[in-house]
C-alpha cells in the first residue's frame, strides 16, 4: 500500500520537496478516516514520488480520491497531486517517472 505524489515535471527543482510534504500531509487530511489511508498510516506509510507532463497530469485527475495542490509562489498554478493510499492503482501509475531532481549542475541540483 502506498500514496502516489504526482509533480507536473515543469515545476522547479528547489520546490519539490515543500510541495510535496505538503501534499502528503494535505491528502491524509482529506481522507484521514478513510480505511485504507487508516491502514496505511498505521504501517509503513510507503509515498512513491513521480513526474507527470501536463497531458499525463490531466489524465490523472480523472482517478478517484486525490488532492489537488496549486501553488502561490507559480500564480496558483496546478503543481500535484496526491492520491489516497490503495492496495492497487490503474495502469498508468505503472508508466511515471520517480522524480530525481532535474538541474543538477556539477552534482548539486538547484535545491
Keep these: 500500500m502506498k500514496m502516489y505524489i504526482i509533480v507536473k515535471d515543469s515545476i522547479p527543482d528547489k520546490l519539490v ?5 505538503h501534499a502528503s500531509l494535505a491528502c491524509y487530511k482529506k481522507y484521514e478516516s478513510n480505511e485504507d489511508m487508516i491502514k496505511w498510516i498505521t504501517g509503513i ?4 514520488v513521480c513526474i507527470a507532463n501536463e497531458i499525463e497530469f490531466e489524465r490523472l485527475k480523472s482517478e478517484t480520491d ?5 501553488e502561490s509562489s507559480l500564480d496558483n498554478k496546478e503543481v500535484c497531486l ?3 493510499p490503495r492496495e492497487e492503482y490503474s495502469k ?3 508508466f ?3 522524480w530525481t531532481p532535474q ?4 552534482g ?3 535545491l
Design 17 to 21: 520537496p515543500v510541495i510535496t510534504a
Design 45 to 48: 506509510f510507503k509515498k512513491v
Design 66 to 70: 486525490f488532492v489537488l495542490l496549486t
Design 82 to 84: 496526491a492520491f489516497s
Design 92 to 94: 498508468i501509475f505503472k
Design 96 to 98: 511515471l517517472k520517480m
Design 103 to 106: 538541474n543538477i549542475q556539477h
Design 108 to 110: 548539486k541540483s538547484d
